[in-house]
């Protein structure tokens, strides 16, 4: 038995490499996991379906991955039935590592649709969007505004906590990005809010910083029509920024008159 002095380094060590969470009370060895498991049946004869088999071949994995994501998203007609999608969709290595898919928050009602970046240790344990701190200075941001969640719908670029909050692969983003088009698809919102850069550049497919973006209105092509859109800085920069409040503030009215404009 290890020392606990050196036990305690090890976890010292596992914390600083990103893995901080305990997500099971025992190891999992997820190489061994990954091996292929042997399969019950002799494969089918190759000539019966050549076809087929071409098809299976030519796909990359990440290829298949978003080929599933298009087919599983383009089936749902609505938020149970897209919430129940990516409960089954395994094209994405980050539902391996998280504990909980975290779908939304608020009211699927609303006009108003906020996206953010990515569930972090709060939200993964909970499974809700924006349930730590940066949730509650959000929630702080929103009643400043005489808005709450019942007034709005919260929901994020990834469903899935990336582990240690690493950044996602392209592979991985272009998975979600399926689901969330077809999220905002379902909702059908009459304004989108971009929380913080990654949600800005991902959506908006812009290159230029969240600080020249911000309180800007872009539009957010969707199928034939598209809907506006406007980027403001994330909740958890602000927390790091507070003098930077006060442009988040300005962003918040202009959000306030264009929903007046819109009714
Ligand atoms: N940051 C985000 O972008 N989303 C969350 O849900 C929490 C923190």
């Known amino acids: 038995m290890p020392e606990p002095a050196s036990l305690a380094e090890l ?10 969470t305990a997500i099971e009370e025992a190891p999992v060895d997820r190489y061994r996991k990954a ?29 298949a991955a978003e080929a599933s994501a298009r087919e599983l998203a383009a089936g749902c007609r609505n938020l ?37 970046e990515a569930p972090g240790r709060d939200e993964d344990r909970q499974g ?16 400043a505004n005489g808005l709450d969640r019942t007034r709005v719908y919260v929901t994020n670029i990834l469903p899935w906590r990336p582990p240690g909050n690493r950044s996602p692969s392209p592979e991985e983003t272009t998975a979600c990005l399926t689901f969330l088009r077809r999220h905002i698809e379902l909702v059908a919102p009459a304004i989108l809010v971009l929380l913080g ?18 309180g800007r209105w872009f539009d957010f092509p969707l199928g034939e029509s598209s809907i506006p859109a406007i ?33």
């Open 35 to 63: 091996a292929p498991a042997p399969s019950p049946e002799p494969p089918p004869a190759v000539a019966a379906r050549p076809a087929a088999r071409a098809a299976t071949v030519a796909l990359t994995p990440s290829s």
């Open 231 to 263: 980027p403001l800085f994330h909740p958890a920069y602000l927390l790091r920024q507070p003098a930077q409040k006060r442009e988040a503030w300005r962003d918040l009215l202009e959000i306030k008159h264009k929903m007046e404009r819109l009714t």
């Open 128 to 143: 809700l969007p924006f349930f730590g701190e940066s949730g509650q200075l959000l929630d702080r941001m929103l009643a």
């Open 197 to 214: 850069g990654v949600s800005t550049a991902t959506l908006l497919a812009r290159s230029e910083g969240i600080t020249r973006l911000r």
């Open 80 to 116: 149970a039935e897209l919430r129940a999608a990516l409960e089954r969709f395994e094209g994405c290595a980050l539902k391996e590592t998280a504990t909980k898919l975290v779908f939304a928050d608020g009211n699927p009602e609303a006009r108003i649709m906020l996206v953010g």
């Open 11 to 20: 976890l010292r060590f596992q914390i600083e490499a990103g893995a901080d």
